[in-house]
């Protein structure tokens, strides 16, 4: 078990001929004063659009890359210098990278012979694991690895990682690879994994969804930046900004064009009291309102008429997707299962639950916090 600390660490790839002529680097650092704590026995997603720093990130954590600035402490101990192998990690990365011509059991007992270990240890820890990574996996490791679907190749790295007890599980996109279905049942392995073990783990993805399901807590990273750290009620709720609200939640939140006046707001030309409590908050002027899908009321007296493209039904959650169009902004509201067919629906913004940004730029200037829920 391990507590990670990642303390303002700057790593760049860009080598001499990548600088312009006035000596200024060509592209800004692949990591950029990143900081970020992960607790023992957490599991931290990390997540956001390919080419962000992701994978930089976790190399920087797994020793794999060394930062140009900035420390990585294990336990509070400095391990920025010290080499991959020494450092207790346990990885699985996107190709699953079992050593093809061994069957599974041997892949799982091969560190313990490379650590001249003994053939008991390394039985007793396969067993061990093959009780814990549950039904069918002893099957699994009787046969190589192209014998095996990707999940299965996948549950055999896994285990892998696991026979070797690591302090710290790093794992970088490990089911991207796998098609829908078998994503799905994957990504419930891993986290019962995670769970039963309470392995201080990093997970990278670039899929929002599998971040709300695998992680603690969720880091959102954007240029070599973390954007926000939080657990998913704290990005859907309370996003720093207006890349997270857009980032985090499916269908994404609703932004309008909006003005707001004498405590009032306005779009396409109709108007709205605002509640005391969010109106003392803004400013007068022009502002985007971002809506969650749940955040409309449908049918209203006071709503707005919304056009609408296509209707998503949804059995398992009860529940349809509206998808429409105002003010220039894609529109998703989620109403009941059945709700009928329609060409336009009149619907009104919940304001007090919206969430408030500037114009220009992307701050937010109110969000509404977490629901009371219990
Ligand atoms: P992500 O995992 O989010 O897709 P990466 O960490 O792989 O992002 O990459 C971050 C940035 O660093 C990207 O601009 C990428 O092109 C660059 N990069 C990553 N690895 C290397 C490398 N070995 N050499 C040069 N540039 C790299």
Known sequence: MARVDVEDVVKSYDTADAVTITGRPLRPPALNHVTLSIEDGETVCVVGPSGCGKSTLLKVVAGLETPDSGRVLYDGEDVTGVRPQERGVGMVFQDYALYPSMRGKSNLAYYFQVHRRSDEEAKRRTREVAEIMGVGFDSLLGRIPTSLSGGEQQRVAIGRCIVRDPSLFLMDEPISNLDAKLREST????????????????????????????????????????????????????????????????????ILPARVEARRVTVEGQGWDLPDDVADMLPSGEVRVGVRPEGWALDSADGVRIPLRHVERIPTERASFLYGELAGASVAIAAPLDYPETESVQATPDWGRACYFSAEGEDTLRAPGALELF
Not at 234 to 246: C, I, Q, S
């Open 187 to 254: 990504r419930v392995e891993i986290k019962k994994l995670l769970r039963r073990f309470g392995i201080t783990t990093l997970y990278v993805t670039h899929d929002q969804q599998e971040a709300v399901f695998m992680g603690d807590r969720i880091a959102v990273m954007r240029d070599g930046r973390i954007v926000q750290v939080g657990t998913f009620d704290e990005l859907y709720y309370d996003p720093a900004n207006l890349y997270v609200a857009r980032f985090i939640g499916s269908p994404p939140m609703t």
